[in-house]
């Protein structure tokens, strides 16, 4: 009776494995609930638990998944488990946007783990979450030490890294303060410092129309007229500059959302 | 007069307002207005998401009437044909639509769920 019941408990196991490589995070994660209410405490059913915290992050419940991490993270003791929940809890946090959190749940997996293979990942995560910060050359130096710790693939893979988060600090720049400057005294010119020809190019006639017609209104004395223009004439105007500035934001963002797909484009095809 | 059709305006307002727990204004009504009639007659051509008028709406919401007026022309003027080719925009993957929140948005993917062994 007893294995019996073992068995089927067994089957149910695998059918809410099965479920998750199928990709149906939603039935999984149910399946991964159940099992963890009926068989027992959540930390004697970490594996189960790790994968429920993953179908949410899946799923984008981002404050579930990394609630559940965190307790794995917090309670299990030293071992790949505990590894594996920081790991978890430290990519929830990136995703978030939490990047010093972040790095400092892939430190604790490092410290944690038993195995080299999740020593390592924790180490190079930990590494790389610099990279959302931008601080390219802690980064760099990072993954230059990870690499020579490290023999073989895994250290071509940090060398790897370390050489494209060096080239970080290289990447082009725009000054969001010159650029909004630079539509101060001449409407449109920061989005073309940009490249953003036609926005800087339709920034300056809409500027141009909207001051000529106020101009004119003014003129003409017309109050009612020159008070609407004069508010358009003026929105426009402080529309620019924070449309140079923003210019300027975007730029930088698409200089280092090039290298961001670099980087995971490289990992995402690393398999030991 | 005017005071009646504020209010008409305003009861005419969406019931979610602008944003999730944000009450609707005149000028939430304003917008509302536009969406329902001017866009229906003109047609949906804006190429972002949000659109230029929900954009709007949240800027002067968030941000009050000065600086939201500065901040929705500054879209209005951003949202052109060609601003399709542009690679600083992310496509959001709907209808070809780019993704221009308010908030600033880096439009990548993090990478660390890639070596995630479980």
């Known amino acids: ?272 | 007069m005017v005071r009646i059709l504020i209010l008409l305006f305003t009861l005419a307002a969406p019931p979610d307002g602008p944003e999730p727990g944000r009450v609707p204004g005149p000028t939430d009504a304003l917008f509302y207005q536009y969406r329902l009639v001017v866009r229906e007659l003109l047609g949906r051509k804006c190429s972002f998401i949000p659109s230029c008028s929900r954009y709007g709406q949240r800027a002067i919401s968030r941000y009050g009437p000065v600086l939201g007026t500065m901040m929705a022309l500054e879209r209005w003027t951003r949202c052109h044909s060609s601003a399709r080719r542009q690679d600083y925009y992310v496509p959001s993957g709907e209808n070809s639509k780019l993704l221009d929140p308010i908030e600033d948005y880096g439009g990548f993917e993090t990478w660390d769920s890639l070596l995630l062994p479980f």
Not at chain 1, 180 to 189: F, M, Q
Request: aromatic residues 10%.
């Open chain 1, 1 to 272: 009776m007893g294995l019996a019941a073992l068995a089927v408990l067994t089957l149910t196991a695998s059918f809410a494995d099965q479920l998750y490589e199928r990709g149906d995070y939603h039935l999984a994660a149910l399946e991964y609930s159940r099992l963890i209410y009926t068989r027992g405490d959540t930390l004697e059913r970490s594996s189960e638990a790790l994968r429920l915290a993953r179908c949410w992050q899946r799923l984008d419940e981002l404050e579930r998944s990394l609630s559940l991490y965190s307790y794995l993270a917090d309670r299990l003791p030293d071992g790949d488990d505990r590894a594996m929940a920081a790991l978890g809890a430290g990519s929830v946090c990136a995703e978030i946007g939490f990047y010093g959190r972040s790095r400092a749940f892939y430190h604790q997996a490092a410290k944690s783990a038993v195995t080299e293979d999740l020593v390592f990942r924790g180490q190079l995560l930990g590494s790389l979450a610099l990279l959302y910060q931008e601080r390219w050359e802690g980064s760099s130096a990072e993954l230059r030490q990870v690499a020579a710790d490290w023999p073989g693939e895994r250290g071509r893979l940090a060398e790897e890294l370390a050489g494209m988060a060096e080239s970080g600090s290289e990447l082009p720049y725009r000054s969001p303060l010159w650029c909004g400057l630079a539509s101060t005294v001449l409407p449109g010119s920061g989005q073309l410092i940009c490249g953003h020809t036609t926005d800087g190019l339709t920034a300056l006639g809409m500027n141009a129309a909207a001051g000529a017609l106020f101009y004119l209104s003014l003129d003409e004395d017309n109050t009612a007229t020159s008070i609407l223009l004069g508010w358009l004439s003026l929105s426009f105007y402080g529309g620019n500059i924070y449309g140079g500035v923003r210019a300027a934001d975007y730029y930088n963002t698409a200089q280092r959302r090039h290298l961001y797909e670099d980087v995971r484009a490289r990992l995402s095809g690393w398999e030991e």
